[in-house]
């Protein structure tokens, strides 16, 4: 029960959500003001992270991608356009993002390279990408294992995978 009343609860006033928020936002400030700025969330769940970054970025063209129905069945629900999307395989974009966020996606994944290179191969060469993900390997607990978290991150592991997927990190940091 408590569970269930969880997943219904509009968790986007918590602070972890609100702090991860603003970094994200902060991070594609450089692209606000574009005429037709386009944004793609990778891993997007029921769509709420997703809507308010696209409004406070000012993106024009916006879709989100999962891998799982009852997260997109949620996200339509609430008026968004999403896609169930099997990350193992090639996306296909109705346009090319000038953003695109991966936000706490790739400790999901079996293979992230695979899923960062299929996300590479359609995005253009100047592609803004913001992914956050768990960090400390240390840390790993009984809650990742409920979440069904194959990996925490060190800075040089996602570098590494980003590097390998085919994109160039500028900046690899800790935030909380």
Do not use: I
Request: with cysteine; aromatic share 8%; hydrophobic share 40%.
């Amino acid at each position: 029960e408590h569970v269930a009343t969880l997943a219904g609860a509009d968790m986007a006033g918590y602070w972890w959500y609100v702090v991860r928020r603003q970094h994200v936002t902060d991070a594609l400030a450089p692209l606000k003001g574009r005429p037709d700025l386009s944004y793609v969330d990778l891993g997007c769940g029921p769509g709420g992270t997703m809507r308010d970054v696209a409004k406070v970025v000012g993106a024009r063209k916006v879709l989100g991608l999962d891998g799982t129905q009852a997260a997109v069945d949620v996200a339509r629900e609430r008026g968004l356009d999403v896609r169930l999307t099997d990350f193992r395989h090639a996306f296909e974009l109705p346009f090319v993002p000038d953003a695109v966020t991966c936000l706490d996606v790739m400790e999901h994944l079996e293979d992230p390279v695979l899923a960062l290179r299929n996300l590479r191969a359609a995005s253009s060469p100047d592609t803004r990408l913001v992914v956050t993900v768990p960090a400390m390997p240390s840390l790993h607990g009984k809650w990742d294992d409920m979440c069904g978290h194959f990996r925490r991150y060190t800075r040089p592991l996602l570098k590494q995978h980003l590097q390998e997927a085919g994109w160039r990190p500028e900046r690899v940091r800790a935030f909380f």
